[in-house]
């Protein structure tokens, strides 16, 4: 099953695009920046073509139509998957050899990213889901993946390579994944504590910050990744260091010989 299929996004007659081209008039008039002289089907082009930050505009206002926090409307959140598409479907295929239902689980992981974007913040919604999704799909599969061969999106609709993390900190970045995977199994932290872990390990390594305690909870990177998530950078730091305590307690033995 494709992304496409697996969100039910497979053709104009579909029930969330059908419903969408109903409301296109409406939502235009809500929401002055959807005028962009194409019709709802050449939106995608559109913003491929168009500078990024009036595509964001655009993407801006979907992301807050389909929001539950905002006009609540499933059917933006569906126009605004099918303009990223290309996005969903190459990072698939960057992650296709982790199972034979990544498919499923990037369309999953979609959605949920889509309906989350914090749209009050102005983020970049392209890079923003795209990052989400991508980590939320890892965390799904369990996967302990390097970062060296990974993929990950750009501020453009398209996926770009990774930059190559320097050798001292590949290994780290393993140690991250392998971590939070067993400890997500064992109850140790939830979900959102690993997705805000990632997401601090991820700006700090971009940043050539080593993967410690003082790299993770960087000023820079909790402001970025409290922007990403819609909080405050007080509670990242608070999220972050109740999850870092606790794996410590649970992995001290272990991270002390690796």
Same mark, same amino acid.
């Given at each position: 099953?494709?992304?496409?299929?697996?969100?039910?996004?497979? @053709?104009?007659?579909? =029930?969330?695009?059908?419903?969408?081209?109903? %409301?296109? !008039?409406?939502?235009?008039?809500?929401?002055?920046?959807?005028?962009?002289? /194409?019709?709802?089907?050449?939106?995608?082009?559109?913003? $491929?073509?168009?500078?990024?930050?009036?595509?964001?505009?655009? #993407?801006?206002? #979907?992301?807050?139509?389909?929001?539950?926090?905002? @006009?609540?409307?499933?059917?933006?959140?569906?126009?605004?998957l099918w303009v990223l598409m290309p996005g969903a479907v190459r990072l698939s295929r960057a992650l296709s050899r982790y199972g034979p239902d990544v498919d499923e689980v990037v369309a999953a992981q979609m959605w949920i990213c889509a309906r989350t974007v914090a749209w009050r913040n102005r983020v970049? /919604?392209?890079?923003?889901?795209?990052?989400?999704?991508? *980590? @939320?799909?890892? +965390?799904? +599969?369990?996967?302990?993946?390097?970062?060296? !061969?990974? =993929? &990950?999106?750009?501020?453009?609709?398209? #996926?770009?390579?990774?930059?190559?993390?320097?050798?001292?900190?590949?290994?780290? /970045?393993?140690?991250?994944?392998?971590?939070?995977? !067993?400890? *997500?199994?064992? @109850?140790?932290?939830?979900?959102?504590?690993? %997705? /805000?872990?990632?997401?601090?390990? =991820?700006?700090?390594?971009?940043?050539?910050?080593?993967?410690?305690?003082?790299?993770? #909870?960087?000023?820079?990177?909790?402001?970025?990744?409290?922007?990403?998530?819609?909080?405050?950078?007080?509670?990242?730091? *608070?999220?972050?260091? *109740?999850? $870092?305590?606790?794996?410590?307690?649970?992995?001290?033995?272990?991270?002390? &010989?690796?």
């Amino acid at each position: 099953m494709s992304v496409a299929a697996a969100l039910g996004l497979t @053709g104009w007659d579909c =029930e969330l695009l059908t419903t969408a081209r109903s %409301r296109w !008039d409406t939502w235009n008039g809500q929401h002055t920046c959807l005028d962009v002289g /194409v019709g709802l089907e050449g939106l995608r082009q559109w913003s $491929l073509d168009a500078d990024p930050p009036r595509a964001n505009e655009v #993407l801006l206002a #979907l992301a807050e139509l389909g929001a539950p926090d905002g @006009g609540g409307e499933a059917a933006a959140t569906g126009v605004l998957l099918w303009v990223l598409m290309p996005g969903a479907v190459r990072l698939s295929r960057a992650l296709s050899r982790y199972g034979p239902d990544v498919d499923e689980v990037v369309a999953a992981q979609m959605w949920i990213c889509a309906r989350t974007v914090a749209w009050r913040n102005r983020v970049r /919604v392209a890079p923003s889901v795209l990052l989400s999704a991508r *980590r @939320g799909v890892l +965390l799904d +599969l369990q996967v302990t993946a390097r970062w060296a !061969d990974a =993929e &990950t999106p750009s501020q453009d609709m398209d #996926l770009l390579p990774a930059a190559t993390p320097d050798k001292g900190s590949s290994g780290a /970045v393993d140690l991250v994944h392998e971590l939070l995977a !067993d400890a *997500r199994r064992r @109850g140790v932290v939830s979900g959102q504590d690993c %997705r /805000v872990l990632l997401d601090l390990a =991820e700006h700090a390594t971009t940043r050539t910050t080593t993967l410690c305690r003082a790299g993770l #909870l960087s000023r820079a990177a909790a402001h970025q990744v409290a922007r990403e998530h819609g909080t405050s950078r007080t509670t990242v730091f *608070r999220r972050a260091h *109740r999850a $870092l305590e606790a794996l410590q307690a649970t992995y001290a033995d272990r991270a002390r &010989t690796a």
